[in-house]
Structures are given as C-alpha cells and as structure tokens.
C-alpha cells in the first residue's frame, strides 16, 4: 500500500479514522475462532489467546482489567502501530489485519501515541498483549503483563 507511516501530529487523524471503523462496525458478529475481551472473562481461548497457559494469578490479572471494559463492540484492528498504518493524500490505510476481532474499540487507540491517555483501556491492551504473547512471545508477554495498571 502506497504511503508513509505516521509522524508527529498523524496519530488523531489515524485515531479518527478507526472511531470510523469502529462506528461502521458496531454489531458485527465475532471472527470464527475468536473471542473478544469480554468472551474471554469465561473462555480460555481464542485467535492467538490461550489462557490455559498462563498460570492462575495472570490470568485473574487479564481478566481484571478486560472486565473493567464493558461494551460496546465493535471491529478492532488489533495491532494499530506505526508500521501498519500509511498515510497518503488519498486516505489513511491500515495494514496487517491478523489480529483483527470484534471487541472493544478502546482497546485500538489506548496505545496510539500522542493522545490523551485512557488508564483502563491501556490496562486491557497490556492484558490483551501479555495473553496473545504468552506462548510465542514470552518475555514481550511478561513485561506487558508487568505494566498492568490497576484501573482508575
């Protein structure tokens, strides 16, 4: 895709435009083989989550910050970063939808640099990554799940 990632004064234009995407996805039903953060207050797995693997106390802490979510849903692109978006002058593209479900659209813009920080949202990203990295990923997992944040 043509385009440059975003810079300094690029991330609320990108944030805009996945509230879009949040906002023309509301309701869409989940992704075969995933779970949102809510679903996953009760299941174990789900697309790259597999909290079986994870001992008991990090799992209580996942889903202690995923509860603090609530609704509503919506498709997430999951991995928002600088090296999956492009800006152009015809638009902002996002690239790399493997982590894409449907699940609370918080959880896209908590990471997004140069915004207004949300306490609760960063709390379930950094449980989503530790959850999602934990097999693949252990020491990335481990030191997102280090930065957990008790919500506001």
């Known amino acids: 895709m043509a385009g440059r990632e975003p810079g ?4 609320p234009a990108v944030a805009r435009e996945l509230r879009r995407l949040h906002s023309l996805t509301a309701g869409w039903p989940q992704r075969p083989g995933f779970r949102s953060t809510t679903e996953l207050l009760t299941a ?19 889903r202690r910050a995923w509860a603090a979510l609530g609704g509503p849903h919506s498709v997430v692109h999951g991995d928002p970063c600088a090296a999956n978006v492009r800006m152009s002058a015809a638009g902002i593209g996002l690239l790399d939808w ?19 920080g949300d306490g609760v949202a960063k709390s379930a990203v950094n449980a989503w990554e ?13 030191s997102r799940l280090a930065e957990l944040t008790p919500p506001d």
């Open 130 to 142: 530790a959850a999602a990295g934990w097999r693949l990923e252990p020491a990335y997992a481990r």
């Open 44 to 62: 174990d797995r789900g697309g790259d989550v597999d909290l079986t693997a994870m001992p008991a106390d990090a799992v209580a802490a996942c």
């Open 98 to 116: 493997d982590e894409a479900r449907v699940d609370h659209p918080a959880l896209d813009l908590a990471d997004l640099p140069d915004l207004p």
């Open 8 to 11: 300094a004064g690029d991330w």
